[in-house]
């Protein structure tokens, strides 16, 4: 009975926890809807990061013909950064940074 509540406090614990450990990082992209040819601000942040540079993955999510693209930025003390990118001819793209949810941004033309 009592490694039950030891079990039961240790998985909730750790429940409580992972929330928190994965919303260390925050990655966002503007405007929410890219129009082609513009520029999209990336901003990312991150503290455990701190002075660092990261890759953000960005793709076209198409499976006939994958397209990817690469941006990398540089965080200063607190962990912030940010970067442009041109919005290239694509039906939307998504965004990947460590530790980040992933976002996903429609394309108009």
Known sequence: MRSRFLFAALAA??????PALAQSASLTVNPDVLTQG????????????????????IDNGSRR????AV???????KGEGS???PVPDWAGAKFNAP???????PIVR
Do not use: G
């Open 65 to 68: 013909n994958p397209q990817t």
């Open 71 to 77: 941006v990398e930025i540089v965080l200063d003390a």
């Open 13 to 18: 614990s750790l429940l409580a926890a992972s």
């Open 83 to 85: 970067a442009t990118w």
């Open 38 to 57: 513009e520029t999209a601000k990336i901003q990312y942040k991150n503290p455990s990061r701190a002075n660092q540079a990261i890759t953000v993955l």
């Open 99 to 105: 530790e980040a949810t992933e976002v996903f941004c």
